[in-house]
């Protein structure tokens, strides 16, 4: 192989190969050349066929786009990145905005380029980012006009994040000016299939985001395994859904997958529970991929879905309760097809197709994927045993220069922090996370982040933050905090500290209960026992 990145921050900062885990590429379709890029196989490949009029993205306004209108507007985006912006191969773009067909452009673009998209989510705020800008040396920026503030502050906060296009602003927008200079063709950088193409952030318990590392060929593995094996989408499916790009579950779920077969997308901005039934109904789409919150929401409006093409349904993101697995399948008369990915390995990894789903299971291995429970020793426990998740596939975690690598990958396994047992007849059940992350309504939340925010309110003393279970979204963040001498306890100043947290970090991130108490329970050695706090519920 050989690689096209000029700027080696990616390759010189992988992890050490000993590290690193025990990848699986035998199946036919995971025999990859030693160059690739995933844009070419993605889009180029239909574009420049006679499939390059099918409908390839569609957005509320009237905005319809084939495959080779989407290929154009790629096109000419990776020109005014390498022509008026200076991209090489293997800088960072980071990619700011609400599900859009530009920004789906602008993904595509970066994959031409040879660079690596570095897709954030719409609601972090300029802290947030600041941090992926500097954990990620990133160097450029195509975000979108309405999210430009936030950006901006974190660009002064940098040295290095100097180059940001603006879109989807005045009809004089920055971006699209840009681009009406630029042709409408360019030759694809030739990249490694081992070149990365992603840094992929996610929060770790400490709270202190660990960006992860993938490949043109890991694209093209998650959508050889889930999506032919399990989903079994058709060319002629319309996807819809409510994970942002920014989340490697929606940038597969609603990007990769539908093009991967020559289908098309619905992208939506503000995909609520409401406004997806009604763009179910509206685009007449046929594949929906959202949360286990948003099925338990939407289920109300089941005699509505009835009347439409929907006929599958992914969910993921967070666990499934086997209540909302029978809701949904009432309501709607659809079978759920669950499962459990991780930003480590960039999708999703166990799951089971609507003929073999078992309510409170997850599934089994997707193919292409093995995966196991085992001790702390890393042996595997017999059936029906809580042990640990260990799995390995054609994909893997990669940290980018973290010493957390070592223990997500152990002797080629990766271990992504969740416990499971598997019964007598293979099916894994979740049972719970292994660590302090809380995942709420698909989102996950890392518990040091949210005390982080809370303490930098001036009556706030000392604080810690659990997950606490919830009917509706799996789980909610709650906040046990000690208030200063000056401080009067009770709903207003519950209220101020919601509100201070939804400015300070991502608005879903915000304690929705928060309980006031004396002290905190703590080690001799000062260190928070977040086991008690559970206890009190």
């Not at 999506?227 to 499916?237: E, N, S």
């Not at 005699?303 to 309760?321: D, F, H, I, Y």
């Amino acid at each position: 192989m050989t690689s096209a990145h000029r700027d080696t921050f990616a390759r010189d900062n992988l992890p050490p190969a000993e590290q690193q885990p025990e990848y699986l590429l035998d199946l036919p379709e995971l025999q990859f050349p030693p160059q690739l890029n995933c844009a070419s196989e993605l889009l180029d490949r239909w574009a420049d066929a006679e499939h390059g009029d099918a409908l390839c993205l569609q957005a509320p306004g009237g905005v319809r786009w084939t495959y080779r209108d989407l290929q154009e507007r790629a096109n000419r985006i990776a020109n005014v990145l390498v022509n008026e912006m200076g991209v090489v191969p293997g800088n960072r773009v980071l990619l700011r905005s609400p599900n859009n067909p530009m920004l789906a452009a602008c993904w595509f673009a970066v994959m031409k380029a040879g660079a690596i998209a570095v897709a954030t989510m719409p609601l972090l705020r300029a802290k947030e980012l600041a941090t992926i800008v500097d954990k990620g040396q990133v160097t450029h920026a195509l975000c979108d006009a309405r999210l430009a503030d936030d950006l901006r502050l974190a660009a002064a906060q940098s040295s290095q994040l100097a180059r940001i296009r603006y879109f989807n602003g005045p009809a004089s927008s920055d971006l699209e000016g840009a681009m009406r200079t630029q042709s409408a063709v360019f030759q694809n950088v030739d990249t490694a299939s081992d070149d990365t193409c992603i840094f992929a952030f996610t929060s770790g318990t400490t709270g202190v985001p660990k960006a992860t590392m993938h490949f043109h060929r890991d694209v093209m593995a998650i959508c050889a395994c889930f999506p032919p094996h399990i989903l079994r989408a058709r060319p002629d499916d319309v996807f819809i859904g409510s994970p942002p790009m920014g989340f490697t579950f929606g940038l597969g779920g609603l990007v990769l997958f539908p093009l991967s077969i020559g289908a098309s997308t619905v992208l939506l901005e503000k995909p609520v529970p409401d406004a997806l039934v009604d763009g179910i109904k509206a685009f007449d789409a046929t594949v929906l991929v959202t949360a286990p919150t948003s099925y338990r929401i939407m289920a109300a409006r089941g005699a509505e879905l009835r009347a439409t093409k929907l006929r599958k349904c992914v969910s993921a993101g967070e666990v499934l309760p086997a209540a909302t697995r029978a809701l949904w399948k009432s309501a709607t008369g659809i079978e759920l097809i669950d499962g459990i990915g991780a930003t480590e390995l960039l999708h999703i990894f166990i799951s089971a197709d609507e003929a073999n789903a078992r309510p409170g299971a997850t599934g089994k291995p997707v193919p292409g994927y093995e995966a196991r429970v085992v001790d702390e020793e890393g042996n595997p426990v017999p059936p029906n045993t809580v042990g640990r998740l260990a799995v390995k596939g054609p994909t893997g975690c990669r940290y980018l220069a973290d010493d957390r690598q070592k223990n997500y990958v152990k002797d080629g396994w990766n271990y992504t922090g969740d416990a499971y047992l598997v019964d007598d007849d293979g099916y894994f059940h979740f049972q719970s996370r292994t660590d302090d992350m809380i995942i709420s309504a698909g989102y996950n939340i890392a518990s040091p982040e949210v005390e982080d925010a809370l303490l930098q309110h001036p009556m706030v003393a000392e604080c810690g933050v659990i997950g606490v279970p919830d009917e509706e979204r799996g789980q909610i963040v709650k906040a046990y905090v000690v208030l200063r001498p000056e401080a009067v306890a009770g709903p207003d100043l519950r209220k101020e500290l919601q509100d201070f947290v939804k400015e300070t970090v991502a608005p879903y991130k915000y304690p929705r209960a928060i309980e006031f108490i004396a002290a905190l329970p703590r080690t001799e050695t000062g260190k928070l026992q977040r086991f008690k706090l559970r206890a009190l519920g």
